[in-house]
């Protein structure tokens, strides 16, 4: 398997509404552990109605800044007009493609979370022997 290959396994192309192409994927750990708070929030069930507002703002930032790569270029935090001719800032995303990001990205880890065909049948996901 190539570089590219490899990199581009798991990621699924996207058009969005405002015509910009790219990538999304899944999150994994290390965008988690990108943002600490999503950890503790995870392992604390007690949470108050503001700690999960906040988790949630946290949750659609890692989405946003590193689940979608442009098709030419790249996610960044900066501020618009500090960004580079091939860098995209979170914050001059349009409402709709964001929306359109976090729906798909919603989509791929819900077919990663779904069973595998026969698994959770009797005998479906058991190590097969010769």
Known sequence: MEI???RNHGRKPITLPSGLKGFVRAPNLLD???YPKLFAGATNSAL???ERCALTGEWVHC???RC???ESGSMTEKEPG???PDELSIHELAP???DAIFTAVTALQNEAAAPAPGEGEPGGDKFPHD
Request: hydrophobic share 50%; proline share 5%.
């Open 32 to 34: 988690l552990a990108a």
């Open 96 to 98: 709709a493609d964001a």
């Open 4 to 6: 590219s290959e490899y």
């Open 48 to 50: 108050g109605e503001e």
């Open 63 to 65: 989405i946003l800044r």
């Open 68 to 70: 979608f790569v442009p």
């Open 82 to 84: 500090r960004c580079l």
